[in-house]
């Protein structure tokens, strides 16, 4: 029976589901506030959430962004409803969906391996969703059209997953999803099974589809340049902790603790104290003597100074704030070259903007660098 209805309400031909019979309008989608509130989740002995608080603004581009184990996808699925009952609070504009079932939160989740039906063609798998629901057949032919023309696929309604590319399948699976009108859009690290070139391209499509339609939308991500390129704010997690909320220039650039500063980017980490002098607050490294001025007043006592490969710079002649190093190697980045340069005891990265006929430094090379004291951040132990 259900069979028959499914063949009936979408039909496998392409001019079902033409894309000059649809309109976004079609797709009403309104943007939410997600508060989760002391949010704990266990699977058996072993605890993966332990205490999360946030708040996501109405038509947010959110990220939650840490390694493989940090429990950033556990916390996406507990929104989604998948998994054990976390114990907390999960708030979607005010109203609590903690004891609902997955189809009962109107959210909608994109996962890693797209989850397409490969016995049933696209504007089926687009339908599915709104099957499930009962929609009536005349709504569930509009809603196919307008999400698939959204997503560029309209043309593509009567062929099969196998006959797709991994970013045509992406953009399928984001269809199925919009089609149901989700409150809000779930992305479990959607890009992780293209190749490089392609998951720029795409994730530059799922920022314009968002901004488009207005949706609170929360990314998962272990890859910083991901979350950073496209999201307006981060919660970096690590062993089920939020580790700091941010936008991301701000969290590279102000790093909470040493694990946020590794994390986000290549930081140079230089173990050591603070100390007051005529000079001013210094910076004073453990081992040979390294010394550095601190434009901060911070508090003093033991900790680590984050200096980014960037904020150091390569100089023909003395000046202020003047170290001498030696290099160790080079890695070419193609827009710059990052070198590995022995500095007292210390080997800093150092970024140098490549330019095209300007000769690299070798291994053995001398240099001058430069490190002002509004580059260094210092993170008290």
């Not at 599915?128 to 005349?138: F, K, M, S």
């Amino acid at each position: 029976m259900r069979d028959a209805l499914s063949a009936a309400a979408v039909s496998t031909q392409a001019e079902d589901v033409h894309p000059n019979t649809s309109k976004q309008a079609s797709l009403h989608i309104a943007p939410v506030r997600i508060d989760i509130e002391n949010l704990f989740l266990s699977f058996a002995a072993t605890q993966v959430l332990k205490g999360i608080n946030l708040s996501i603004e109405p038509g947010e581009f959110f990220a939650f962004l840490g390694p493989s184990g940090s429990g950033k996808s556990t916390l996406l699925r507990a929104i989604a409803g998948f998994g054990p009952t976390p114990e907390g609070r999960i708030l979607l504009d005010g109203e609590d969906i903690g004891e609902r079932r997955p189809w009962q939160r109107d959210v909608g989740m994109v996962f890693q391996s797209y989850a397409l039906w490969p016995h049933m063609s696209v504007a089926k798998n687009v339908a599915y969703g709104l099957e499930e629901r009962h929609v009536p057949r005349a709504e569930i032919k509009i809603r196919v059209a307008a999400a698939l023309e959204l997503v560029g696929m309209g043309e593509y309604a009567a062929r099969y997953p196998s006959q797709l590319s991994g970013g045509q399948q992406q953009r399928i699976a984001l269809a199925r999803t919009l089609a149901v009108e989700p409150r809000v859009l779930l992305l479990d690290e959607p890009l992780s099974n293209l190749d490089a070139g392609l998951r720029v391209q795409m994730r530059q499509e799922i920022l314009q589809l968002q901004r488009r339609l207005g949706i609170t939308t929360i990314f998962v991500t272990h890859d910083q340049e991901e979350a950073n390129s496209i999201c307006d704010r981060i919660a970096v997690i690590a062993d089920g902790v939020i580790q700091q909320i941010g936008r991301p220039a701000e969290i590279y650039d102000n790093p909470a603790n040493e694990f946020v500063a590794r994390f986000l980017g290549t930081a140079n980490i230089i173990p050591g104290r603070t100390e007051r002098s005529a000079g001013g607050l210094m910076f004073v490294a453990d081992g040979e003597g390294l010394r550095l001025p601190l434009a901060e007043d911070v508090r003093e006592g033991r900790g680590n100074l984050v200096i980014r490969p960037q904020g150091i710079d390569v100089v023909d002649a003395p000046g202020q704030h003047m170290i001498d190093g030696e290099v160790v190697s080079g890695e070419f980045l193609g827009s710059a070259t990052r070198y590995s340069i022995n500095v007292k005891g210390f080997t800093l990265f150092v970024d140098v903007k490549h330019i095209r006929g300007r000769s690299d430094f070798r291994s053995g090379d001398s240099v001058m660098l430069s490190i002002p004291p509004e580059q260094v951040m210092f993170l008290a132990s």
